[in-house]
């Protein structure tokens, strides 16, 4: 079975371009979360869908964040303008119900922005 | 408010050493409680949960009980082995299980 897809593994940008990063959640999956890692502030959700409608997107950073899920197999989350503050590990994770379902996760997306 | 307090790592042991990690937590009502692991360069996944007070979850030779009394959720390992080194994660929810609180995670190295 296919897990949580994410894409790419990896991205370097500078600062200023835009960054889109990728997620195919587990079939029949009908939640989706955004979280971001960082060594200073371990891990933060940023923005969680269900049934592709945002339900909690109190953790997204700024304007500069925005994320979207059009259907029911693919999400993105887009950084317009990067700064290099945003250099981190994003992960995508899903569920089957709810937040306190088990949390499937992907393999993370590691962003440099320079 | 809600919150999740792990102990702080890292944490180094030698192999088939005794394993505890720590994690408390604040809520009203009885929250579900897990701990996830995350291995390295890898996402996070599911290790255990606990859904109601005194339930023990457990798997992969982990454990941890549901202890209202403490507001705890200690996780524990009889005999570690370098393939645990990860970094663990404890989290519940929150009342209306719309919300996952996350612990900071703690970070264990097991030498051979």
């Known amino acids: 079975d296919a897990g949580v897809i994410q894409s790419p593994r990896h991205e370097v940008t500078e600062m200023g371009q835009e960054v889109t990063l990728r997620c195919k959640p587990i079939?029949?999956?009908?939640?989706l979360f955004w979280y971001r890692q960082t060594m200073m502030r371990g891990l933060e959700l940023l923005i969680y869908f269900n049934n592709n409608v945002p339900i909690d997107d109190s953790g997204m950073p700024e304007d500069r964040f925005s994320a979207k899920m059009p259907n029911a197999s693919f999400s993105t989350l887009k950084i317009q303008p990067s700064e290099p503050r945003d250099s981190a590990v994003y992960f995508c994770?899903?569920?089957?119900?709810?937040?306190?379902?088990?949390?499937?996760f992907g393999p993370g997306t590691r962003l440099t922005v320079l | 408010g809600d919150s999740v307090t792990q102990m702080e790592g890292p944490v180094t042991l030698s192999e088939e050493a005794f394993l505890t990690i720590n994690c408390t937590y604040t809520?009203?009502?009885?929250?579900?409680l897990f701990w996830y692991v995350q291995y390295p360069g890898e996402g996070l996944q599911l290790l255990l949960k606990?859904?109601?007070a005194d339930d023990k979850g457990s798997n992969k030779g982990f454990e941890a009980t549901y202890r209202k009394e403490t507001t705890s959720f200690h996780l524990e390992k009889g005999s570690v082995q370098v393939s645990d080194s990860a970094v663990y994660f404890c989290a519940r929810a929150d009342g209306n299980n719309r919300k996952l609180i996350w612990g900071l995670g703690t970070s264990l190295a097991v030498n051979p």
């Open positions: 606990a859904t109601k």
């Open positions: 994770a899903s569920s089957l119900g709810g937040m306190a379902d088990t949390q499937y």
């Open positions: 079939s029949g999956h009908n939640s």
């Open positions: 809520a009203t009502g009885y929250p579900s």
